[in-house]
């Protein structure tokens, strides 16, 4: 059965590869968006009766500046800010055509991007994170200065006001926010996750309710009675690391391959989905079997997101 999307105008999808790693500092994760496409995503995408525009990999090194010292704690702030700013427009411009805009990573701090160009054009959009990490640190708490870790507070506008990142705006609240999958949450992060509110389903919920329901109230959270669109951002590390093991900061006691395919599945069946993000895949780690079986696991989770059912 295939479900009609509530809020596309036409089932056309932009594509837009961000081979970018500047968020964090293992090489290779900008190679993620390269391989992914060179595994078919888009022939695949026409299989399943997308029309497909793909904008190509931009070249985003040349927005990298000749000094990018530490701003606070933050690494490569002017860098990730420069790149992230460029594909919110990326976004919002498939969004405003009525397309669903797919980004692949890439870092997860590229979502700093894609969820501002998103709320732009769908400003009550709920937001759907998929991860082992909340990436909900601030300029202050962050321990690793690595702004994957970060995207979400600056979302939220809670991040504090700094001039390098003067285009963000606060876009995002609290109750539009809801995570599947969490199991390694810095401290900062955990108070944050409590003062605010956020619902939360950590890996501790999922087995506790199973995916199905923890799908079902993390949807009825962002998308009561399925009103709002939905951008999902799915960080491949959500994946227990026996299941999706190239990524830089795999954490044990993660979603089953079934578990992880089921969001996606779920996701499309509620109509809402309007942009999604497949992140933090890096081809560079772990040997050939498992780059293979990461990048076969970002097709798959994508292409149900996007439609693909087993019967
Ligand atoms: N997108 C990710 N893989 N994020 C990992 C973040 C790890 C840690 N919480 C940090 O702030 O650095
Ligand atoms: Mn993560
Ligand atoms: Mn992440």
Redesign the pocket.
């Given at each position: 059965m295939s479900v009609q999307n509530k809020f596309l105008k036409q089932k056309s999808v932009g594509v837009i590869g961000v081979p970018f790693s500047g968020g964090q500092p293992r090489d290779g994760v900008d190679q993620g968006p390269l391989k992914i496409i060179e595994f078919g995503l888009l022939d695949q995408l026409k299989e399943l009766d997308w029309q497909v525009k793909f904008d190509g990999h931009r070249d985003y090194s040349l927005m990298q500046p000749a000094s990018d010292p530490p701003v606070g704690k933050l690494l490569n702030a002017r860098y990730v800010s420069a790149v992230t700013e460029s594909v919110a427009s990326s976004v919002s411009a498939h969004l405003k055509e009525g397309s669903l805009a797919l980004t692949l990573g890439g870092?997860?701090s590229i979502?700093l991007g894609t969820v501002s160009g998103t709320m732009a054009v769908h400003p009550d959009a709920g937001l759907i994170?998929v991860?082992?990490?909340a990436?909900i640190n601030t300029p202050e708490t962050t321990e690793s200065g690595n702004i994957?870790?970060c995207p979400v507070s600056f979302l939220l506008g809670i991040a504090g006001q700094l001039k390098e990142f003067g285009w963000v705006k606060p876009c995002l609240t609290p109750d539009r926010l809801v995570y599947i999958g969490l199991r390694d949450v810095d401290a900062g992060e955990k108070k944050i996750l409590r003062e605010h509110g956020i619902k939360a389903f950590s890996m501790h919920e999922v087995d506790k309710y199973g995916i199905s329901k923890v799908v079902e109230m993390a949807i009825e959270h962002v998308s009561p009675n399925r009103s709002r669109p939905i951008h999902l951002?799915f960080?491949v590390?959500a994946l227990d690391p026996t299941v999706a093991p190239s990524t830089g900061?795999p954490v044990r006691g993660g979603l089953t391959f079934r578990e992880g395919h089921y969001i996606c599945e779920a996701i499309h069946e509620t109509g809402c989905l309007v942009s999604m993000d497949l992140?933090?895949v890096n081809p560079s780690l772990e040997d050939d079997q498992a780059v293979f079986q990461t990048v076969t696991i970002g097709c798959s989770l994508v292409r149900c997101a996007m439609g693909e059912t087993l019967l």
């Open positions: 870092d997860h979502a994170w991860d082992a990490h990436d994957h870790g951002s960080d590390d900061t992140m933090e």
